[in-house]
C-alpha cells in the first residue's frame, strides 16, 4: 500500500510515527514522508542555507527505511489555512495516491502541527472531486487518516498501537539526521551529536515509546487516533 505522512517539521514524523513507518517500509509498503515547512523559521543564519541542511537531513532520515522524501517548502510559523496552501495539500494526495495519512492532531501545541491536520483533513475530501483544477487525476480512494501523537503525548489518548519495538534502532537512526535540530547554532562546525542517553531526541522518544508500550504490553509502541469522519471509517487494520 501507499503511506503518506505528513508531519510540519523536520523530526516530527520520527518523533511521533518514524517507527510506523519503519515497519511499513519494512514490510514492503511504498512509503513518502512529506515535510510541510523548510526549516527557515527557528535557527539564525542564512534562510537558503538552512533550507538545504533541513532538506537533505529529511532525505537522509528518509533513506534510513527506503521512503521518499518530500518538503513542501513553506516558512515554519507562516503556515495558513488557505487556498494556495490547502493546494498544495491536494496535489500531494493526488500525486502520492495514499492507502493511508499519517499526520498531527487537530489540537497539538504548534501551530503548524494544528493547520497540518486542518489541511489535510480538508485536502483529502477535495483530492476525490472530479472537476478540482489539478495537475493529477483525482484521487478516488476513500483515505483513512490517523492522527500520531500530540506533543509529549498531551491529551492524547491513543485508540490503536504499533509495536515498534523490532525497529527501535531505525527510529532512532531516523531521528539522529536531524542534527540541526539539537545544534545550538546550525553553523556550528564542530558540533558533535550528544550520546544517546545524553541528548533530548533519545529521552523524549524513550518516555513516550516506553509509556505506550506500557499500555500495549511491548517494550516500545506508538499510538494513534483515527480521524471519525464519513469516508474515513473501514474495517480492515490499515496500521502495520
Ligand atoms: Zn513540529
Not at 10 to 26: I, K, V, W
Request: hydrophobic fraction near 40%.
Amino acid at each position: 500500500m501507499n503511506v503518506l505522512a505528513i508531519g510540519a517539521h523536520g523530526d516530527d514524523l520520527e518523533l511521533f510515527c518514524g517507527g510506523t513507518l519503519a515497519r511499513y517500509a519494512q514490510r514492503g509498503d511504498h512509503v513518502t514522508m512529506c515535510v510541510v515547512t523548510d526549516g527557515r523559521g527557528r535557527p539564525k543564519g542564512d534562510e537558503a542555507e538552512i533550507i538545504a541542511i533541513r532538506k537533505a537531513e529529511a532525505e537522509a532520515s528518509a533513506r534510513v527505511i527506503g521512503a521518499d522524501s518530500v518538503m513542501l517548502g513553506v516558512p515554519d510559523g507562516g503556515l495558513w489555512f488557505d487556498p494556495p496552501t490547502r493546494h498544495l495539500f491536494v496535489e500531494l494526495i493526488r500525486r502520492t495516491m495514499p492507502d493511508v495519512i499519517i499526520t498531527h492532531p487537530e489540537h497539538d501545541y504548534h501551530p503548524d502541527h494544528k493547520t497540518t491536520s486542518r489541511l489535510v483533513m480538508d485536502a483529502v475530501q477535495i483530492a476525490r472531486t472530479a472537476n478540482y483544477p489539478s495537475e493529477y487525476a483525482p484521487h478516488r480512494k476513500l483515505v483513512p487518516v490517523a492522527f500520531m501523537e500530540a506533543e509529549c503525548g498531551i491529551d492524547f489518548n491513543p485508540e490503536d498501537y504499533v509495536d515498534v519495538t523490532p525497529v527501535w534502532e531505525q527510529k532512532l537512526q531516523m531521528l539522529e539526521q536531524h542534527r540541526s535540530q539539537l545544534m545550538p547554532s546550525i553553523y556550528d562546525p564542530n558540533f558533535v551529536m550528544p550520546k544517546r542517553e545524553e541528548n533530548g531526541f533519545y529521552h523524549y522518544v524513550y518516555v513516550l515509546g516506553g509509556f505506550r508500550g506500557l499500555a500495549a504490553n511491548v517494550k516500545f509502541a506508538e499510538g494513534f487516533r483515527w480521524w471519525r469522519a464519513a469516508s474515513r471509517i473501514v474495517t480492515y487494520r490499515v496500521l502495520p
